[in-house]
Structures are given as structure tokens and as C-alpha cells.
């Protein structure tokens, strides 16, 4: 808009100067006339007035004033354009760096939706290959409930077998008494290795065992050495004192075996056939006291059922 302005500064201006000159032109030869020639001094006062002259030429300068000051105007009123226009161009080129900006936040953006859809993709598959893998566990799940039914039934089985065989067994126990009369010390062993096949050690094995003690034999009649068990049997206890003999003799074996087989034992036994209620009470003390297990001739009857 300002540049279109610019012709009509120009033409404004070059009349500024035509006025000027015409101006002086005249003024100079109306000075001349008004000067040299009397008449027309006096035919010129009379006919416009010298007062009419001068309100003129002061509308002439207060016009020229007025031109001046548009022209003024002008200038800032473009000096403003221009800087408005700069400021627009720095605006449109903000804009454009702006619209730039959006572009690539754009194509980012794309990209970013472009790898989700394959994320999507593949979290998908992966959804898939989880639901599969699903119903394969839920039918390793079904056969190993069956597969547990099907234990559980060869747990019973197992249970009823070993019920019968220990029922045979016991039954040898007493055939075996009633043919060979087998002493107390042979139930007690028998009654030991039931208790450790409870304990978990069917393989377990109980018996007497002679043991080379200071150039002497020394005998524990209740013997196994895996798990080291150390214990004697006795036929009869009836007095306190008996008790106390059958502990310190008890103990005297578990010492030697601790110092041939450098360990202590599992368990330390003492099996009483027989005992008076006297001797009960001191021997459940005593065993009390020392960590002996103490099991008596009736316990073993119940359990063998002879």
C-alpha cells in the first residue's frame, strides 16, 4: 500500500515546487510591475485591495502549512505501514516455521499411529498365542487331575497292599513265636524297624550288634547303624534301683558307639517287657531326662498284636 503511494508523493512534490517557482516568478514580476509601472500599482490596489492580496497569500501559506503537515502525516502514516508490514512478514514467516513445525509433528505423528498399528499387530498375536497356550495349560491341568485321580487310587492301592502285608507280617511275627519262641529282645527289634518304615526308612534294619571296647565285647541288643540307633531290651525292671542300672548301662553303650562312630545316634531306646508301676515312674524320668525314648512290653503287644 505504500510502495502505490509513492507516484503520488512524487507528483505532489514536483507540484510543490512548480507552485514555488510559479510563485516567485510571479511575485517577482508583479514586484517589477508594481514598482515600475504607477498606473498598474494603483489599478491593482483598486481593484482587488491590497488587504484582499494579503488574506490570499496568507490561505496560500496556511495552505502550503496544511500540505506540509499531510505530507508529514503521510510519511509516518507510511513510516506505520511499513512497520506494520514488517511486522505481518515477520508474522507470516512465524506462520510458516509454525506450519513447518505442524508438518513434521504431523509426519511424527503418522509414524507414531503407524507403530502402534503394528504394536497393535503384534500384542494381538501375542493375545493369541497366550489364549492358545492357555488352552493347552488347561489341558495339561485336565490330565494331570486326571493322572492325580489316577495316583491317588495307586496311593490306595498301595495303602491296602501294605496294610495286608503288614498284617501278614505280623502274623509271621506270631507264627514265629508260637514255632521258635522268640525271645522279647527279637519283638523289640521287630517293633523298631515298624516305627522306623513310618519314619521313613523301610530299608532299615534292627538287630543286635557286638562292638570291641578296651579288649572287651561289649553287646547292645538294639542296634542299627543307618540311622544310628542305639538301645537295649530288658525281659523285667521292679525296683528304682533296677531303673537307674538299666539308664547308666543304656548310656554307657550310646557313649561307646559315639566314640567309634564319631556321631551321636538318632534315637536312643530302652524297651522294658515288664515293669511295677515304681519302676514306670523312675524309668519315664530317667528317660525323660537323658533324651531316651522308653516303650514298654505292652505298646509292643498292641502294635504287633501278639
Not at 491296602?160 to 502274623?171: A, E
Amino acid at each position: 500500500m505504500a510502495r502505490g503511494n509513492k507516484p503520488l508523493e512524487v507528483y505532489i512534490s514536483g507540484l510543490q515546487l512548480i507552485l514555488r517557482f510559479a510563485m516567485e516568478t510571479l511575485k517577482r514580476e508583479f514586484l517589477e510591475l508594481l514598482d515600475k509601472d504607477v498606473e498598474f500599482r494603483y489599478a491593482v490596489a483598486g481593484f482587488l485591495g491590497l488587504s484582499e492580496i494579503m488574506k490570499r497569500l496568507d490561505a496560500i501559506a496556511e495552505e502550503q502549512a496544511n500540505l506540509r503537515k499531510e505530507q508529514i502525516r503521510l510519511r509516518e502514516g507510511q513510516t506505520e505501514i511499513w512497520t506494520d508490514l514488517e511486522r505481518i512478514w515477520e508474522e507470516i514467516k512465524a506462520l510458516r516455521e509454525g506450519q513447518n513445525n505442524l508438518w513434521e509433528g504431523q509426519v511424527k505423528l503418522w509414524e507414531e499411529v503407524k507403530s502402534l498399528r503394528e504394536g497393535q499387530v503384534k500384542l494381538w498375536e501375542e493375545v493369541k498365542s497366550l489364549r492358545e497356550g492357555q488352552v493347552k495349560l488347561w489341558e495339561e491341568v485336565k490330565s494331570l487331575r486326571e493322572g492325580q485321580v489316577k495316583l491317588w487310587e495307586e496311593v490306595k492301592m498301595l495303602r491296602v497292599n501294605y496294610d495286608r502285608m503288614r498284617k501278614y507280617m505280623l502274623s509271621g511275627f506270631r507264627e514265629l513265636r508260637a514255632t521258635l519262641g522268640v525271645a522279647f529282645e527279637d519283638h523289640a527289634a521287630a517293633f523298631l524297624e515298624v516305627m522306623l518304615e513310618e519314619m521313613g526308612y523301610p530299608d532299615a534294619r534292627v538287630g543286635k550288634k557286638i562292638l570291641a571296647y578296651h579288649d572287651e565285647a561289649v553287646e547292645i541288643n538294639l542296634f542299627c547303624e543307618e540311622p544310628l540307633i542305639v538301645g537295649e531290651a530288658t525281659i523285667s525292671v521292679k525296683r528304682a534301683e533296677e531303673a537307674e542300672r538299666e539308664i547308666r548301662k543304656l548310656l554307657d553303650r550310646v557313649r561307646i558307639v559315639e566314640e567309634r562312630y564319631r556321631r551321636k545316634p538318632e534315637m536312643v531306646i530302652l524297651s522294658v517287657a515288664r515293669a511295677t508301676e515304681e519302676a514306670i515312674e523312675v524309668l519315664k524320668n530317667l528317660t525323660k531326662e537323658h533324651g531316651v525314648k522308653l516303650v514298654l512290653g505292652k505298646e509292643i503287644e498292641e502294635e504287633l498284636a501278639i
